[in-house]
T-cell receptor, first 114, second 115 residues
Framework: AQSVTQLDSHVSVSEGTPVLLRCNYS??????LFWYVQHPNKGLQLLLK??????LVKGINGFEAEFKKSETSFHLTKPSAHMSDAAEYFC????????????FGTGTSLTVIP | DTAVSQTPKYLVTQMGNDKSIKCEQN?????MYWYKQDSKKFLKIMFS???????INETVPNRFSPKSPDKAHLNLHINSLELGDSAVYFC??????????????FGSGTRLTVV
């Protein structure tokens, strides 16, 4: 079975400071992992994905995430937060057993304080 | 050009009514999905179609019926709407091959409010 846990439901950072959104997964096999962002009243946009290539994945808007198998983690980071980063972020896991099904975390709401 | 488009964007209707939400993708993807996002932002898959064939049908009341006239369209019809159906419904699509390699492309959502 696979599941994904986002450890923080809300994160607040000041503009210009680093962002860390935490995600842990459980999967019986080598998973694919994704981060999606949802801005208010918008659809979900793919930020980045890990599909068994490089463990450090760079995405759009300066975000990156590192796949750590030993820690079963895929935390999302950004060196310096912008006001426009305020949104809901979803960690998603998929593995070969359920090739067409994604499992979403419960989301982390990021607030950026001016 | 909008890749995955849903209509309507907002839908307010009374209990007991029947309504439809339409989804179209112009990406040439083979697989399309319907997800429901509840008031706590939790996303849960409802249905998945691959080349017009149903491949995932999660535990969803049979008042919900998906229809895929062709692989570019996946519509969602809901009969006898209930208050608990209020949510944001997202359509998504993925290209041929395992979606785990590519991810999904999502529409912008349909906010359904049942009063």
């Amino acid at each position: 079975a696979q599941s994904v846990t986002q450890l923080d439901s809300h994160v607040s950072v000041s503009e210009g400071t680093p962002v860390l959104l935490r995600c842990n997964y459980s999967s019986s096999y080598s998973p694919s992992l994704f981060w999606y962002v949802q801005h208010p009243n918008k659809g979900l946009q793919l930020l980045l994905k890990y599909t068994s290539a490089a463990t450090l994945v760079k995405g759009i808007n300066g975000f990156e995430a590192e796949f750590k198998k030993s820690e079963t983690s895929f935390h999302l980071t950004k060196p310096s937060a912008h006001m426009s980063d305020a949104a809901e972020y979803f960690c998603v896991v998929s593995d070969p057993n359920t090739g067409n099904q994604f499992y979403f975390g419960t989301g982390t709401s990021l607030t950026v304080i001016p | 050009d909008t890749a995955v488009s849903q209509t309507p964007k907002y839908l307010v209707t009374q209990m007991g009514n029947d309504k439809s939400i339409k989804c179209e993708q112009n990406l040439g993807h083979d697989t399309m999905y319907w997800y429901k996002q509840d008031s706590k932002k939790f996303l849960k898959i409802m249905f998945s179609y691959n080349n017009k064939e149903l491949i995932i049908n999660e535990t969803v009341p049979n008042r919900f019926s998906p229809k895929s006239p062709d692989k570019a369209h996946l519509n969602l019809h809901i009969n006898s709407l209930e208050l608990g159906d209020s949510a944001v419904y997202f359509c998504a699509s993925s290209p041929p091959g395992a979606p785990r390699n590519y991810g999904y492309t999502f529409g912008s959502g349909t906010r359904l409010t049942v009063v």
